[in-house]
C-alpha cells in the first residue's frame, strides 16, 4: 500500500488538473497581428521607438500600482536600452535619463545627521521608486490583491517560448470585455454587473463579483459565474486590476496614436526589454559567432589534415 501511495497522490492531482482544465482555463495568449520585431528569425530586435512608448505607459499607468525593483534609472541608458545614445557610452552622463530619474523624489537610504530622512531627486543609480512603502500597503490599495513587481514579469509569465510573456501581457491589456459589461438591480437592490456571451457555443451570462473584472486570459475559473451551459464556461477568470488602456490615455509624446493596442504593444515590448536587457546585444552577437565559429572550424579541419600528412593510418 505504501507504494501505492505516490501513485495514488499522482492520479489525484492528475484527476484535479483535468477538471481544472474542463472548466475553462485561461484564452491561449496571443502576438499583436504583425507578431514581435524581437522574436524574428534568426536576429529579431525589439523596436526601440516602441520601448521608448512603453516607457511612458509604465510612468504615466503602470507605475502608480507597479514597482519594478530590479530596474535602475541607468539601465534605460545602458546599450540596449530605449534611451542609449552613443554619444553618452556611460549611462550616468546621459542627459535624458539624468532628467527621467530626476523627476522622481525618492527617500533617501542614508537619514541627514539628526537621522531624519532625507528625500531627494532621484539620480540615474537609484533603483525605480516603489508606488507603496510595503506589500501590505499595495494590497490594502488594491482591494487586498498584490500587484506585482513588473521587473521580469514577461519570463514569470512566458513558458520559454520567444515573446511568449509579451503576448500574454498584450493580450491581457487587451482582452478585456469593458465595453460589453451591463448593469441591472439585483435581487439585494444592488448593482451588479454582467457580461452577456453569445457565440455559437458559449451562450450565458456571466456575473462579475464587486471590485473584480473579468479577463479571458487571466487564470482562473468562472464556473460559480456563470448560468449557461456548464459545458462551456468562458475562458479565463477574474483579476482585481480594472482595465488600464482606455483609448488616449497617455499622450505619446512621438505623437503617436495611443489606442489600446498601440499603449498594449508598447508596454508589452518595454516589459520585454526590462526582463532581460541585454538580449539585443546578445542576439547581434549571434550571425558573427556562428560564422566566426564556421570558419574556424573549416581551418581546423585543413590545419587537422595537413599535420597529419605525413603519418600512415
Ligand atoms: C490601479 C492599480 C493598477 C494599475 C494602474 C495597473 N495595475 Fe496591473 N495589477 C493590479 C493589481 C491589483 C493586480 C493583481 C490582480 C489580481 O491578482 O487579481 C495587477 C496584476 C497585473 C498583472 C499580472 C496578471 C497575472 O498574470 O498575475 C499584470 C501583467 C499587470 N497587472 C500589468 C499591468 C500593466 C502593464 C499596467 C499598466 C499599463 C498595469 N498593470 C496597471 C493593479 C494595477
Redo the contacts with the bound molecule.
Sequence with gaps: MKLFRPLLVGLGAMALGLTAHAAGGAKHAHAPDDGWPFAKVPAGQLDKESVQRGFQ??KE??????SMKLLSYRNLGEKGGPFYSDEYPNANDNPLVKAIAAEVEILDPNPDENGDPVYRPAIPADTFRSPYPNDQA??A???G????D?SV?TK??GHGAEGEGAS??YS??TGYKDDKIKTKVGEDGLNVNYIEFDDGETVGTLTQPTG?YYNPY??GDATPQWDGDPRHVPYGG?????P??PDG?VEYIDGTEATTSQ??YD??QF?QWAGDPKQGQRKSLALPVMIYLVLLSILLWFSYKRIWRNVEH
Design positions: 505607459v509604465y499607468v503602470c507605475s502608480t500600482c507597479h499595495a494590497m490599495a488594491n482591494g490583491a498584490m500587484p506585482p513588473l514579469i514569470a509569465r500574454y501581457i491581457l491589456m473584480l487571466f487564470a477574474f483579476l482585481a486590476m480594472a488600464q488602456l490615455r499603449m498594449a508596454v508589452a516589459l
